[in-house]
């Protein structure tokens, strides 16, 4: 053991360390010391990079994706990759070159070809992801050496999240630099089609999406999808603008760090073994990194405090990588992608039985977080974090793996893998101790391991249980007998958990049938979940233990069958259990019809913002240059959903560094009172709080984590009171929110219940949970004053600036007149920043306007999704009365929607989901009421359908049902039901341009119905363990807002001398395409190109009152208001222009500006024609219908609740469209959100049925728990449609509105996936209508296929719990 003492680079590590430095794109930066506490993304954004985005801080949504580039001196190469730097400490980077999306390309030098190819095939709408999309495609280029496969450009955008696309036109984007065979796009001649074979506009090849490429009127044009070659990237085209690796990174030799950072944190890098056995020596609570991915984590969102940082990345003995002919050294910080592409060569290298293990681990690894975790996450920093969800440690321990331990003073100890977990993150490893490598032996022949792993959502996630299996057999005869087994589980204890029973239970049987069905009850007792054991779902995560074993032992015996004739044969039928998940690459098709008229409508020219958007150069809240002085705001926020306030204690809030006021209810200047419709809410609760996450107070302090921190430091006194926390408690205890009680009526349905018309009456329940909309930039608001506060100005992250301007005003006791609000763009709304997001302003106005200093409030995500409220979970309580045949002839309905604690709009919410009650069909007898209920939770609110789909929902789930009753399947009760030209619906309105007909047989065609059903029912026929299902919906979405004043809006259009046009009007853009739908609508108005229209931001002092950008309706509306005010400048120009033949717009502008002509107009318009009256339940609540369609197909793993969609298929009348590709987008992104709210999506709040969480609390407040749909949840083939000749008479150019509608349409996926277990459960004789609650989630899915291996946990009628 040598003594580090003398050790020059020890003495140099604790004394001055050398000049710390970085280079970002290309320059030169020296780190100061101090700022260990930072990550790389709070320095790039400090630096003015704030192209590189900040979506959740916790490496769960990839937008603040960047590229580091590192010189590895073993390989002498160097390395690119992709890094969350949300989670990459700042002095991580060390000697690295960073590249941001500002360093990849921008409008002044050049677009790189990535960021081309993705603004021209429309992959960005809100902009937010799509910097982290590009450099995670820009560091697989950078990093391969050959072109990437389409697999592969796939797997490394897993940890990318897009809430807006859909993904599909992303991947289409990025496809083009996909090495594939080269005739497929090198021009159709090449191929040899079949006749009627179909080329995919989106892949270049032939598919069998059912567009037939030579009829489609002008979808299929592959030139759109021309390939680009990978040498345009790295080759001599590009390379000249790429940046390179600087020299000085490549001579320079690593040398030892030590740097401070915030409240007296040390951070160490160690470039030696012996130096880090030192440092820990001195400090035995220091934490080692790598990664950070857990303690970044830990220090960040858990509040934990760790004062030593030791990064050990660096250190060479911790980074071998040896293989013998004994097995595997991996060193400890050897990071995930390392370890993967070693078991990668090795799997190709070794005989095939050594290798099982291997092959395990690189499946496992597959699922394993992101591309971007997995770049720097090591395998040390996961097993000593000791997560009892780990995907790795079970896997290490079946597998008999080696942990080598090495203690300060050099003594090397081995402890075997299995033995090294010891308790709630807690492992054999003393203080003075660390985890040098790991040994992985090779397998012996007749060895096999595997690796098992259930999630919410397979990608990015983790596991809910998963599990390492081992068995090593020997052959005794004719029989196989275990001679060494270990099963280890994840997820079903607080460690990593051994089942050391049921491996004595194996060991010396024969591997048969009977050793399974006898260590299935072995395992039973030896792995049982606690009742009330964290994380809920025990009835699941017991049947997985066994189900994951019962996988095993089939996987095993088809292992064996190939090697050796089977022992026992195993039923064909049976290896659908082990047939592993393939990732085919996505096709989508799109079809549609261009109607182009004049200049520009009806093109499908790409988003007005694109070009800024993928070079990071547009501007979000957040990246505006805050002025000088400004302050940062956090929240007081309630920690119990409903309780007394008794005192407000600030005296430690008031100490912490940089502090500089907290603020209450008392300090507001006027009124304290806010609310859309009924001002019911409190800015900062006075005497009572009625959820979690109410807003008690704000802090501001001079940076982000200041005000944060001292926010937490403010210590609340609470008296508790009794709180509801469910629809159904709100309903015993009538608990709703005042005034709230709607009905409609139509025919008389007691009279038709009473009249014996129906020959069959059905009763039930359909309850569907909430969603949030997380929408990929948080709520925030920068506030200024001016004057000295006469007047107060804001940007906001807004769909509705003028309520921000509303609110600011009634806070602050101003006058409108006096506030002004801006918005230029958000990164995504959906509903969530049309009411909630009006309080981030009102608050951070009230320190701005009082201390007279710029105040900016954005919230951090977890914060973001627990108080901003999310779509409404609905109770919907039915009774139908229909015929024989399956007429319906009587619905009476309750519909009860969770309102949370203030009222917002979920009255307009419920009234909408009782208007939408009807779907498509002609119900002669309806009654329906409508109530909101007061809840404990944080206010729910407006969300992509505003309580359309959830009405919907309900509906199709008894149509189902009926046709389940009947026997018949579900098409035929929908057909015979639906709705005609002429139709008279339940409150009122007749049904013109009816297309619903045209829409449901063309996609039956498009879809191959029948056929598809055969091959379904073939299918699972053929296996026992997988089920495909089908489904059909469709759609009638009501579009007008229903609340007729706001049916109005304003614009303003100034054309100037030099021909260029400024159009502002009252909508926001999005990521909708608002502004250059409404561009497109002003250039064909005066003639001119799209490029000579400019649409800057949305503003209150430009256009007054607007409405939120809500209701589908602002093509519509802004449009023609923006046609309005071209109209009458065209009128002045008119007198002007017909005297002369001007050769240009422009110079007609400056023809008419010599004339004294006005060229600035304010453009009006109301919609025509709609009224509701709800004291009679009659009216034109709607100007008009969008009508659509869906089929999908899915595949379920009945045995884990796994599934995938197939095939989706969407057709939509949008009349002529305005932008068909702007409109497939909206189609795409809807569908794949709706998709996540029937199958993904799950809130789980401390409720009943969860009392493991906190009550009122939100336990799914993070991409973490959260799941939306990832990259590989969408349909493996996406075909959109557009109705094509149906011009639509009430809208503007014809067209129709597209926002909202297709999102319903998703249910198609959830009726799928009940078809499928329908076929599961008819295997084992159940054969009657069983409910499926919404979301269809891998637990409800699994849960609702009855079997051997869940029976002996649930009953048949079993619910998994919902929070509703
Ligand atoms: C978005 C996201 C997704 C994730 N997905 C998954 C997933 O799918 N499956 C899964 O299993 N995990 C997942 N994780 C957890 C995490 O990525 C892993 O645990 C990771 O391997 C930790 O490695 P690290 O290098 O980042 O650890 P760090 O955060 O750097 O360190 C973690 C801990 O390990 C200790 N440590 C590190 N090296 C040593 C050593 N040599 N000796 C002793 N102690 C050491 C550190 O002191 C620290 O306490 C995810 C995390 C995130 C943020
Ligand atoms: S902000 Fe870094 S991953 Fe979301
Ligand atoms: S474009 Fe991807 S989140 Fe908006």
Request: charged share 20%; hydrophobic share 40%; net charge neutral.
């Amino acid at each position: 053991m040598g003594s580090l003492k003398n050790d020059e680079e020890t003495e140099q590590i604790e004394g001055k360390s050398m000049e710390a430095i970085l280079y970002v794109n290309g320059v030169r930066r020296v780190l100061p010391d101090g700022l260990a506490h930072m990550t790389l993304l709070e320095y790039l954004r400090d630096v003015g990079l704030t192209g590189t985005k900040l979506g959740c801080g916790e490496g769960g949504c990839g937008a603040c994706t960047v590229m580091i580039s590192n010189y590895d001196r073993r390989s002498k190469t160097c390395l690119h990759y992709a890094v969350n730097a949300c989670l990459a400490p700042l002095y991580s980077v060390e000697g690295m070159h960073v590249i941001t999306i500002e360093g990849v390309g921008n409008r002044k030098l050049g677009l790189h070809p990535v960021q081309k190819s993705l603004a021209s095939l429309h992959g960005s709408q809100c902009g937010f992801c799509t910097p982290g999309f590009i450099m995670s495609m820009y560091a697989l280029l950078r990093s391969s050496k050959n072109p990437p496969s389409e697999e592969e450009i796939e797997e490394c955008l897993a940890g990318n999240l897009c809430r807006c696309t859909g993904y599909r036109p992303i991947i289409d984007a990025f496809r083009v630099f996909a090495k594939t065979d080269d005739a497929l796009y090198s021009g159709l001649p090449s191929l040899s089609l079949q006749d009627g074979q179909n080329i995919c506009p989106s892949t270049g090849k032939p598919c069998s999406c059912g567009s037939k490429a030579k009829n489609a009127t002008a979808i299929c044009d592959s030139n759109r999808y021309r390939p680009v070659s990978f040498s345009d990237i790295d080759g001599s085209k590009y390379v000249d603008k790429e940046l390179i690796f600087p020299p000085e990174l490549s001579l320079r030799k690593t040398a030892p760090l030590k740097l401070t950072g915030a409240r007296g944190l040390i951070w160490y890098r160690p470039v030696r073994l012996q130096q880090l056995l030192e440092i820990k020596a001195k400090y035995p609570d220091a934490k080692l990194l790598v990664g950070n991915t857990e303690v970044g984590i830990e220090m960040r969102l858990k509040g934990l405090e760790y004062w030593v940082l030791i990064s050990v990345a660096q250190i060479p003995e911790l980074n071998v990588l040896h293989v013998d002919d004994n097995g595997i050294e991996i060193g400890s910080a050897v990071r995930l992608s390392e370890l993967l592409r070693l078991f990668r060569s090795v799997i190709k290298e070794r005989p095939d039985h050594e290798t099982s293990a291997c092959k395990a681990f690189v499946e496992q690894l597959k699922w394993f977080a992101g591309t971007q975790i997995r770049n720097v996450a090591c395998v040390g920093g996961n097993i000593c974090t000791a997560s009892p969800i780990s995907d790795l440690n079970p896997l290490w321990m079946s597998s008999s793996a080696e942990f080598r331990v090495i203690d300060d003073e050099k003594n090397v100890r081995t402890v075997l893998a299995e033995d090294f977990f010891i308790g709630y993150r807690s492992v054999d490893l003393r203080r003075n101790e660390i985890l040098l490598s790991v040994f992985l032996p090779w397998t012996r022949p007749l060895e096999y391991v595997k690796e098992f792993k259930q999630a919410h959502r397979r990608d990015d996630d983790i596991a809910l249980v998963n599990a390492g299996m081992r068995v090593f057999l020997e052959e005794k005869g004719q029989e196989l007998i275990v001679s060494d087994a270990s099963i280890a589980y994840g997820g079903v204890a607080a460690l990593s958990f051994c089942a050391r029973k049921t491996k004595e239970f194996l060991i010396g049987k024969v591997w048969n049938y009977d050793l399974l069905q006898d260590a299935l009850k072995v395992i039973q007792n030896d792995v049982l979940i606690r009742e009330d054991a964290p994380g809920g779902m025990v009835e699941f995560r017991n049947s997985l233990t066994l189900s994951f074993f019962f996988k095993f032992f089939l996987w095993v015996s088809h292992q064996i069958s190939i090697v050796r004739p089977a022992v026992e044969s195993i039923p064909p039928s049976h290896f659908s259990a082990v047939q592993p998940v393939s990732r085919p690459s996505r096709i989508g098709c799109q079809d549609y019809e261009t109607v182009k008229q004049g200049t520009s409508v009806g093109s499908s020219e790409i988003h007005l913002s694109a070009k800024m958007q993928v070079t990071g150069e547009a501007e979000y809240t957040d990246d505006i240059p805050v002025p000088p002085n400004t302050l940062h705001a956090a929240l007081v926020l309630s920690k119990v959903p409903h309780a007394r306030i008794l005192a407000v204690d600030d005296a430690a809030a008031k100490a912490s560094p940089g502090f500089a006021g907290l603020f209450l209810a008392k300090d507001v200047p006027a009124n304290n009172k806010i609310g859309p419709i009924v001002a019911d809410e409190e800015l900062f609760a006075t005497d009572v709080v009625t959820c979690v996450g109410q807003v008690i107070g704000v802090v501001v302090a001079d940076t982000h984590e200041n005000a944060k921190t001292a926010a937490g430091k403010v210590h609340v006194e609470y008296e508790k009171l009794p709180a509801i926390l469910s629809i159904k408690e709100a309903i015993d205890a009538k608990s709703f929110h005042p005034n709230t009680e709607k009905w409609l009526r139509k025919g008389d349905v007691e009279l038709c219940f009473e009249s014996g018309q129906c020959d069959r009456i059905i009763e039930g329940e359909v309850q569907m949970g909430g969603q949030e909309h997380f929408y990929l930039e948080p709520h925030g608001s920068l506030v200024w004053t001016v004057d000295g506060g006469s007047e107060v100005h804001m940007v906001s992250s807004t769909q509705a600036p003028q309520k921000h301007q509303q609110y600011v005003s009634r806070v602050l006791g101003l006058p409108m007149s006096k506030v002004v609000c801006k918005t230029k763009r958000i990164g995504g709304g959906f509903g969530g920043k049309e009411t909630r997001s009006g309080f981030v302003a009102a608050v951070a106005s009230v320190p701005s306007y009082l201390l007279n200093r710029p105040v900016k409030l954005i919230l951090d995500r977890d914060v973001d999704m627990m108080i901003t409220g999310h779509r409404h979970s609905f109770l919907g309580k039915y009774k139908v009365g229909f015929t024989n045949e399956g007429k319906v002839l009587a619905l009476d309905l309750e519909i009860y929607n969770n309102g949370g604690n203030s009222l917002d709009l979920s009255l307009s919410v419920v009234e909408r989901a009782m208007f939408h009650s009807d779907n498509v069909y002609e119900i002669p007898n309806m009654r329906i009421v409508g109530k909101v209920c007061f809840t404990n939770f944080p206010s729910n609110t407006a969300f992509r359908g505003f309580g359309g789909p959830q009405g919907m929902l309900i509906t199709e789930n008894w149509m189902q049902r009926i046709a389940a009753e009947l026997d018949k399947s579900p098409e035929e009760i929908q057909e015979m039901n639906f709705q005609v030209e002429g139709s008279i619906t339940h409150y009122g309105q007749r049904l013109e341009y009816c297309t619903l007909h045209q829409l449901w047989a063309e996609l039956k065609t498009s879809c191959d119905f029948l056929k598809v059903r055969r091959e379904v029912d073939e299918f699972n026929r053929d296996n026992r363990w997988k089920k495909r299902g089908i489904a059909m919906v469709p759609t009638k979405f009501g579009i007008s807002f229903t609340t007729k004043f706001l049916n109005q809006a304003g614009a303003l259009v100034h054309v100037y001398t030099d021909g260029t046009v400024l159009v502002t009007h009252g909508g926001v853009e999005m990521g909708q395409g608002l502004h250059t739908k409404v561009a497109q609508i002003a250039a064909t108005a005066f003639g001119i190109p799209l490029s000579s229209v400019y649409i800057s931001e949305t503003s209150t002092d430009k256009v007054p009152n607007a409405s939120p950008t809500a209701a589908s309706a602002s093509s519509d509306m802004y449009g023609a208001a923006v046609l309005d005010a071209c109209e009458q400048i065209k009128a002045r120009m008119e007198p002007v222009a017909s005297k002369h033949n001007f050769s240009s717009f422009a110079e007609l502008a400056s023809a008419c500006h010599l004339q004294r002509i006005d060229l600035s107009a304010h453009g009006f318009h109301i919609v025509p024609d709609i009224g509701f009256d709800w004291k009679t339940g009659k009216g034109t609540a709607f100007r008009y219908y969008t009508y659509g369609s869906a089929f999908a197909e899915v595949e379920i793993d009945t045995l884990t609740g796994d599934f995938h969609t197939r095939t989706a298929d969407v057709i939509l009348d949008l009349g002529y469209s305005l932008n068909p590709s702007i409109d497939v987008g909206q189609i795409e992104g809807a569908f794949i959100q709706g998709l996540g709210w029937v199958a993904l999506e799950e809130l789980k709040w401390g409720d009943a049925a969860h009392r493991w969480i906190r009550p009122g609390t939100l336990f799914t407040a993070g991409p973490g728990n959260y799941k939306i749909p990832s990259v590989n949840d969408i349909p493996f083939k996406f075909k959109v449609s557009l109705l094509k000749g149906h011009p639509n008479v009430k809208a503007i150019h014809s067209s129709k509105a597209v926002g909202e509608p297709p999102f319903f349409l998703a249910s198609a996926v959830f009726f799928g996936i009940k078809d499928a277990i329908r076929a599961a459960r008819a295997e084992v004789g159940l054969k009657e209508w069983f409910p499926l609650d919404s979301p269809a989630t891998p637990e409800r899915i699994r849960m609702a296929c009855l079997d051997d291996f869940s029976s002996p946990f649930v009953s048949s009628g079993f619910h998994p719990k919902l929070s509703v």
